[in-house]
C-alpha cells in the first residue's frame, strides 16, 4: 500500500522565519495535496499538484512536486503566528483512495 | 454558503453503547466521506458514498461499524456496541468531484469511550 512519511514530525520556528516541511511516498504519486488542520478544527484544503515540476502557491506557502513525483515539499516564508498547526500531505492511490501522511506540526514563536 | 455539517462535537460514551454520528454535506457535492484521525493511527479513510451509493467500505475497522447515507443532505456513521479503542476524532468530508483532492472537511465529531 502506498505510504506517506512526513518530515520533520514537528517544528518549531521564531516568527519571520522560512521553513520547509517534506512528504515523501513510497510509489509515484497521482495526485499530492495538502491540507492545514488546527487542533479542534477540521483541515482546510491548501493545495494539489499532479504533475512532475509543478509548483503553487497560497499566499506566503509555495508547495512543489517533484520531477520523479515521488516527493512533495511546503515552504512557507516569512512565518507568522498564523501558520502554526499542523500540515498534512494526502494522495490518491491507484487504487482509487486517498492516504495521508501524520502530519507536520508546526509551531511559530512571536 | 453552509460548510459540512457534523454532530455531535463531543459526546462521551460508556463502553457497549451505541454511538451515532451524524454528517450534513455540502449541496451539490457528490462525494461523502467517513475519515477517523487518532494519534496513534493518524487519519484513516473510513467509507466514502458516491450520489449516496457507498463505494469503498475497507477502512472500516469491524462489523460494529455501519454507515448509511439515506439521501443526499446526510449520512450516519453508527458504532454498536462502541469500545474504548474507538475513541477518536471522526470526521465527514465531501466534494464534487474524488479526484481532485480537495475535500471540504467538518469540524469533527471527537468520541470519548468510557
Known amino acids: 500500500s502506498q505510504e506517506l512519511e512526513q518530515s520533520p514530525q514537528s ?3 521564531q516568527e519571520g522565519k522560512n521553513l520547509t516541511i517534506n512528504c515523501t511516498s513510497s510509489k509515484t504519486l497521482y495526485g499530492l495535496y495538502w491540507y492545514k488542520q488546527k487542533y479542534g478544527e477540521g483541515l482546510i484544503f491548501l493545495m494539489m499538484l499532479q504533475k512532475g515540476g ?3 502557491s497560497h499566499e506566503k506557502i509555495t508547495a512543489k512536486l517533484d520531477e520523479k513525483k515521488q516527493q512533495s515539499s511546503l515552504h512557507i516564508t516569512a512565518s507568522q503566528p498564523s501558520h502554526a498547526g499542523i500540515y498534512l500531505c494526502g494522495a490518491n492511490t491507484n487504487a482509487g483512495k486517498s492516504t495521508f501522511g501524520d502530519g507536520t506540526t508546526l509551531t511559530v514563536k512571536p | 454558503d453552509a460548510g459540512v455539517i457534523q ?4 459526546e462521551v460514551t460508556e463502553m457497549g453503547q451505541e454511538v451515532t454520528l451524524r ?6 457535492h457528490d462525494y461523502l466521506f467517513w475519515y477517523r484521525q487518532t494519534m496513534m493511527r493518524g487519519l484513516e479513510l473510513l467509507i466514502y458514498f458516491n450520489n449516496n451509493v457507498p463505494i469503498d467500505d475497507s477502512g ?9 447515507m439515506p439521501n443526499a443532505s446526510f449520512s450516519t456513521l453508527k458504532i454498536q456496541p462502541s469500545e474504548p479503542r474507538d475513541s ?27
Open chain 2, 23 to 28: 454528517c450534513k454535506p455540502i449541496s451539490g
Open chain 2, 88 to 114: 477518536a476524532v471522526y470526521f465527514c468530508a465531501s466534494s464534487p468531484f474524488w479526484d481532485t483532492g480537495e475535500l471540504f472537511f467538518g469540524e469533527g465529531s471527537r468520541l470519548t469511550v468510557l
Open chain 2, 60 to 68: 472500516m475497522p469491524e462489523d460494529r461499524f455501519s454507515a448509511k
Open chain 2, 7 to 10: 454532530s455531535p462535537r463531543h
Open chain 1, 11 to 13: 517544528l518549531i520556528v
Open chain 1, 54 to 56: 509543478e509548483e503553487k
